[in-house]
């Protein structure tokens, strides 16, 4: 079946450090893949997608690329600010399922 | 425009009772979605309503679920009777039919506490 991992939290980084979150999907097909985002007492929120193999997502200085051969999608940002602080979500979607498959969820904390 | 709404934000009852979420989607959006985030772990799908009609409800852990969507606008979720493993953050989601595959618009959750 469909399923995705990502990288236990929380992830501690002090203000303007780099951050990657690992994301790992398995998908019988070719899933669209997208990081959601939770800020603190928010709902959850779409942050970027890609839909093909080598497609990169972007939004708000954060990137990720759909790595066919590794199958990943993980997050990156160069340089990560104190509200960036939230809850991240990998998820996969398929058309033939028409429901987002999340991952376990990955707190960050960014200290100034 | 309004974005997805939850009702209660936080509902903290004994084993054994009933508690029923709410859900209103965004006006005009035929897919509602229920998720469910327990401990900490991966959000996981319940069941989608493509207005009135249950698309699929293969999530639904067991027969003390009840989900309805009266009129294909909004939905509730009973959990009756509730037992301590209900326990989490109920999420709710909708889209447009024939909108982008995947991009889903979420309510802030409602917290479960069974007791």
């Known amino acids: 079946g469909n399923s995705v991992t990502q990288m236990e939290g929380p992830v501690t980084l002090s203000e303007e450090a780099f951050l990657t979150i690992n994301c790992t999907y398995t998908?019988?097909?070719?899933?669209?893949l997208f990081w959601y985002v939770q800020y603190p007492g928010e709902g959850l929120q779409l942050l970027l997608k890609?839909?093909?193999?080598?497609d990169k997502g972007s939004n708000k200085g954060f990137e990720a690329t759909y790595r066919k051969e590794t199958t990943s999608f993980h997050l990156e940002k160069g340089s990560v600010q104190v509200s960036d602080s939230a809850v991240y979500f990998c998820?996969?979607?398929?058309?033939?399922?028409?429901?987002?498959?999340f991952g376990s969820g990955t707190r960050l904390l960014v200290r100034p | 425009e309004a974005g997805v709404t939850q009702f209660p934000s936080h509902s903290v009852i004994e084993k054994g009772q009933t508690v029923t979420l709410r859900c209103d989607p965004i006006?005009?959006?035929?897919?509602l979605y229920w998720y469910r985030r327990v401990m900490g772990k991966e959000i996981k799908f319940l069941l989608h309503?493509?207005?009135?009609?249950?698309?699929?409800e293969s999530g639904m852990p067991n027969n003390r679920f009840l989900a309805e969507r009266t009129g294909g606008t909004y939905s509730t979720l009973k959990v009756q009777p509730a037992e301590l493993e209900d326990s989490g953050v109920y999420f709710c989601?909708?889209?447009?039919?024939?909108?982008?595959?995947?991009?889903?618009?979420f309510g802030e959750g409602s917290r479960l506490t069974v007791l």
């Open positions: 989601a909708s889209s447009l039919s024939g909108g982008r595959s995947g991009e889903l618009f």
């Open positions: 890609a839909t093909k193999a080598d």
């Open positions: 006006s005009g959006h035929d897919n």
């Open positions: 309503f493509v207005k009135e009609s249950k698309q699929d």
């Open positions: 998908a019988t097909g070719y899933p669209s």
């Open positions: 998820a996969s979607w398929m058309d033939s399922s028409y429901k987002l498959i």
